[in-house]
């Protein structure tokens, strides 16, 4: 009559990361047939041949299995459960500057860690990125910040950068026509104006010829 078998020497990882290679797969029967191997849920760990293909996070049971022949009846069943984790996808801003009184440029960021390659795409919601500056903000450094993201096979870090604020440039507009001035003539009224509309200050090359007395 048929003779009992039993499988031995199964093995599988207990984890994966989205975004790994297949795992492998081993186990064998006492009775020397091939093995079949099976998943419970192939859109977290697809079974092809012996190895299992990685296709998103979560947890799935692997079975294996021997039905037997002529010879031998089937095999108990074995089984083990796989974690897939989901893959770190990192959020990286990009630093930025303007000068003073420039509206703020538009604020960008890229992404780091997409697996088997994917990109972003795939996200169910993009990062987003902001800066408490203004237009008007002082010169100096704020820091840009990204935050969210969302996607059923990652889990999301943040980088932030820097926007700088730097000095504009002004320029003095002094166009007045001295043509004509004589010694003893009233005062004349300097006009010159700058840019960035603050107070312009006056000073003469040869005070014993022109001296200048405020404005």
């Known amino acids: 009559g048929k003779t009992t078998q039993q499988l031995a020497q199964y093995q599988v990882?207990?984890?994966?990361t989205y975004g790994d290679p297949p795992l492998q797969l081993e186990a064998n029967a006492?009775?020397?047939l091939g093995?079949?191997?099976?998943s419970s849920?192939?859109?977290v760990l697809e079974v092809n041949g012996t190895?299992?293909?990685v296709r998103g996070?979560?947890?799935?049971t692997i079975f294996v299995n021997q039905g037997g022949d002529s010879n031998y009846f089937a095999a108990p069943e074995l089984n083990a459960t796989v974690e897939v984790f989901p893959a770190e996808?990192?959020?990286v801003a990009h630093d930025a500057s303007k000068a003073y009184l420039e509206s703020v440029p538009e604020l960008t960021y890229h992404y780091e860690g997409f697996g088997y390659d994917e990109n972003a795409s795939v996200l169910e919601q993009q990062a987003s990125i902001e800066v408490n500056a203004s237009a008007s903000s002082p010169t100096g450094t704020y820091p840009i910040s990204v935050s969210g993201g969302l996607a059923a096979n990652y889990q999301f870090t943040h980088q932030g950068a820097t926007l700088l604020v730097y000095k504009a440039n002004q320029v003095i507009s002094?166009?007045?026509?001295f043509n004509g001035t004589f010694m003893g003539q009233e005062p004349i009224d300097l006009n010159a104006t700058a840019s960035s509309g603050l107070p312009v200050s006056y000073h003469s090359s040869h005070p014993e010829i022109a001296e200048v007395n405020g404005t």
């Open 13 to 16: 990882d207990a984890n994966a």
């Open 30 to 32: 006492s009775s020397s």
């Open 35 to 38: 093995v079949i191997f099976s």
């Open 41 to 43: 849920d192939p859109e």
């Open 51 to 53: 190895q299992l293909l």
């Open 57 to 60: 996070a979560g947890q799935a």
């Open 89 to 91: 996808l990192k959020v």
């Open 174 to 177: 002094f166009a007045q026509d």
